[in-house]
């Protein structure tokens, strides 16, 4: 029977529990994800054949140079990536080499001061390191838990010259020489608004799972429902690792008849002192839960008050419950009340909440159900009459063994439950021993079915061992990460059209003529010929390059005289 809302003295909202649920992933742990991310990475992703025309003088647009460039294949040496927690921010780091296979490069047309240029070149990358490192700040502002991305760094070291057997190769070299950074510059300035972007595609991503951890819910037990919910109440990122701690606030909807009137459990918790090694101070784990005796114990007392524990068994193991059955239990004095087989009815009904205990030995979830009372009715002399009753004293145990990833709470039932006689006057005393055998299953059928929980993954990263320890008043599983079926990580590669898959490095309009040096009062349109300079510096000469320009033959690029006069006759 549920009992209106406006029946019930107070409201049926239970004190909040700002400390229900604690979720660490230790500094450990946090390493063994990167050596899974490290493991998985992708050894090469493809770059599409891309071609294109270049104007080489602004005052001249005839001046144009064909290129193209095959298809070929970045290839990645990722040795190690590292996730750092430290002061609030969580550092994604990643190091490795970077190289590419061999394609070739084409180029066709006018570059004044270059003319009728036909030559292919061969292009292969040369083997550079490279560093990226990404911060990420997970705060907490007025409940609401956030993740800010910062801006990547990335460091990639001095790269040789990709070019050879053609002119553009000797320019390349020359160009090298005398910056010897021009190409690692040009390369991190096309890879910098894809870095720049990629915060804007991770954050949201985490975000969504942050604001999954607010969850509303509701749950049936008994008569009614009892609604949940949970919000992020701390977030704390140290040389730890990172803390995420819930708060919980429950209120029911229902309060059955069946029970008699009790107060909610206190919510008042602490949070746990969580640093990668468990409360025996010998295990160290990958990831620690713990969950706050306040918050079972108010779960367990919505469960009383919606009359889930008050349950009128008839079957047993799916076969009805009949005096014929406890006939070998209760003896002579039994079969002299029921000669002829009645159903039987038992009646389980709480007379007051029960709590939970955390065990360091069996099972490590114990329910102390004291005052829980069964009764058993049957027909007898024409009236259903109370035949016995017995009161348990004690707890239940709840296991929770992980296999393949699914959690299954299976209820335990041991010598630690008790059975006091109650109403006995039809049967002698001492009848109470002959109910163990039933008790399992009586139990069994009383408590609320136990769902099991599939925990989730990422990437094949999940939970590998579990170990329950409980640690002052919260019962913590401590565990430790299966990295042994991590997905690969694949990129699908760039097509055509620009390097650095969104346009980083585009082929815009250059005056090639301009960044050698020529202008209205040194002409280059007689080439090299006559002692002509073309506004190239002499060989022996070395400049100081522009370092803020990162354009391919701007003011990077110093051709030698030698190279464009030999290439020119």
């Keep these: 029977m549920m009992v209106p809302m406006w029946w019930i003295p107070a409201a049926l909202a239970y004190d909040p529990v700002p400390a229900a649920v604690g979720v660490h992933l230790s500094a450990e742990g946090l390493d063994r994800i990167g050596q899974a991310v490290a493991a998985v990475m992708p050894t090469s992703f493809p770059i599409g054949a891309t071609s294109g025309d270049m104007t080489c003088d602004e005052a001249d647009p005839t001046s144009v140079l064909a290129w193209s460039v095959d298809a070929f294949d970045v290839e990645l040496d990722i040795q190690s990536v590292e996730l750092v927690p430290a002061d609030g921010t ?69 790269i040789g010259n990709p070019l050879d057997g053609c002119v553009l190769a000797d320019a390349i070299g020359t160009l090298l020489g005398t910056d010897p950074e021009a190409i690692t510059t040009l390369l991190t300035d096309a890879l910098a608004p894809s870095l720049e972007d990629l915060g804007t595609t991770i954050e949201p991503a985490l975000e969504d799972a942050l604001a999954a951890l607010d969850v509303e819910t509701s749950l049936a037990l ?5 609604a949940l919910a949970l919000a992020p109440t701390s977030i704390e990122v140290n040389d ?114 029960p709590t939970a205990l955390f065990a360091t030995d069996g099972a490590p979830l114990r329910i102390v159900v004291d005052g829980l009372q069964l009764a058993g009715w049957a027909e007898l002399d024409g009236r259903q009459a109370k035949i016995f009753s017995v009161t348990l004293q004690g707890n239940v145990g709840v296991d929770l063994p992980l296999a393949d990833g699914v959690l299954t709470p299976t209820i335990v039932i041991d010598d630690s439950l008790e059975m006091v006689e109650d109403d006995h006057e039809l049967l002698p005393a001492g009848f109470a021993a002959g109910l163990a055998d039933f008790l399992p299953g009586v139990i069994a059928g009383a408590l609320p079915e136990l769902p099991s929980f599939s925990l989730p993954t990422w990437r094949g990263i999940g939970l590998g061992w579990i170990w329950w320890i409980p640690t002052d008043g919260w019962m913590g599983a401590w565990a430790t990460l299966d990295i042994d079926h991590v997905e690969p990580i694949e990129l699908s590669g760039c097509e055509g059209g620009t390097i ?70």
Aim: hydrophobic share 40%; glycine share 12%; net charge negative.
């Design 240 to 353: 730890d690792g990172v803390f995420l701690g819930l708060g919980a606030t429950l209120s029911a909807t229902t309060v059955s008849d069946c029970v008699p009137a009790a107060t909610p459990p206190d919510g008042a918790s602490e949070w746990p002192t969580l640093d990668g090694v468990a409360p025996d101070g010998a295990l160290t784990y990958d990831v620690g839960l713990a969950v706050a005796q306040p918050f079972v114990d108010q779960i367990l007392f919505a469960a009383y008050e919606g009359g889930a524990l008050c349950q009128d068994v008839s079957d047993l193991g799916g076969a009805a419950l009949d005096t014929a059955l406890f006939a070998p239990v209760f003896g002579d004095a039994w079969e002299a009340l029921f000669p002829e087989a009645v159903p039987l009815a038992l009646e389980v009904r709480p007379a007051a909440p």
């Design 500 to 569: 650095g898959c969104d346009g980083g490095l585009s082929t815009g309009d250059i005056d090639l003529a301009s960044e050698l040096g020529c202008d209205e009062a040194t002409s280059c349109d007689s080439g090299c010929e006559g002692g002509g300079s073309c506004g190239l510096p002499h060989p022996g000469a070395r400049l100081v390059p522009d370092r803020k320009s990162t354009r391919l033959n701007s003011s990077h690029t110093v051709i030698s005289y030698a190279v464009f006069c030999l290439k020119k006759k």
């Design 222 to 226: 008994g008569e009614g429902e009892v």
């Design 90 to 158: 969580l550092t994604l780091s990643l190091y490795g080499a970077l190289s590419s296979s061999t394609s070739t490069v084409r180029a066709t047309g006018d570059c004044a001061p270059l003319a009728d240029l036909d030559e292919a070149c061969t292009l292969e990358l040369p083997t550079v390191p490279i560093e990226v490192h990404l911060p990420i700040t997970l705060t907490l502002n007025e409940g609401v838990a956030d993740a800010t991305v910062g801006t990547a760094e990335l460091t990639v070291g001095l």
